[in-house]
Antibody, heavy 119, light 106 residues
């Protein structure tokens, strides 16, 4: 079955960087658009970024554009999110999610990885 | 950016009740609207996509309706498992937005 497993979170100081990963299995990863969504503690869901199936198209939320970079390695069935210049307000659980083709929805989600930005 | 506004923020109900959650978009999104359920400490779960299509495995007591800027999620007869937070979401192919969530509590 479909499985998404995030990793790479941790505690980091403001201004530093992290690289989040999402390992996919159970489906044809190179055929799907993928997303990152985050959730600050006790808050709602915030969409972060998406990447098309082949990596040719990438889009970002205004709050992260220029600081975060989404990428993928289809040969390794892995999605990435490079997060730079981290701010206190970037503290959140970061989820990767698969886009449900032609449905404008996210049908499978990972369990999330926690990024804590603190001095 | 398209803004999504849910109401109410909190909804108190009992097992067996019929409840409705509303989601309004700041501009027309046709029927590209999805609903998710999130339990504490868990990832969101897709319930409904394209306004009214039920995701596989989701009980038929969940239903969705609407178009353009106003949408609803209805649970026909609440079960104990249904007490959770519900989010609506729009996606236009290059940007997505979630509503702020509706907490459904006993």
């Amino acid at each position: 079955q479909v499985h998404l497993v995030e990793s790479g979170g941790g505690v980091v100081q403001p201004g530093r960087s992290l690289r989040l990963s999402c390992a996919a299995s159970g489906f044809t990863f190179p055929s799907y658009t993928m997303h990152w969504v985050r959730q600050s503690p006790g808050r709602g869901l915030d969409w972060v970024a998406l990447i098309s199936y082949d990596g040719s198209e990438k889009y970002y939320a205004d709050s992260v554009r220029g600081r975060f970079t989404i990428s993928r390695d289809n040969s390794k069935n892995t999605l990435f999110l490079q997060v730079n210049s981290l701010r206190i307000e970037d503290t959140a659980v970061y989820f990767c999610a698969r886009e449900y083709e032609r449905a404008a929805a996210l049908d499978y989600w990972g369990q999330g990885t926690l990024v804590t930005v603190s001095s | 950016d398209i803004q999504m506004t849910q109401s109410p923020s909190t909804l108190s109900a009992s097992v067996g009740d019929r409840v409705t959650i509303t989601c309004r978009a700041s501009q027309s999104i046709s029927t590209w609207l999805a609903w998710y359920q999130q339990r504490p400490g868990k990832a969101p779960k897709l319930l409904i996509y394209k306004t009214s299509s039920l995701e596989s495995g989701v009980p038929s007591r969940f239903s969705g309706s609407g178009s353009a800027t106003e949408f609803t999620l209805t649970i026909s007869s609440l079960q104990p498992d249904d007490f959770a937070i519900y989010y609506c979401q729009q996606y236009n192919g290059y940007s997505a937005t979630f509503g702020q969530g509706t907490r459904l509590e006993i």
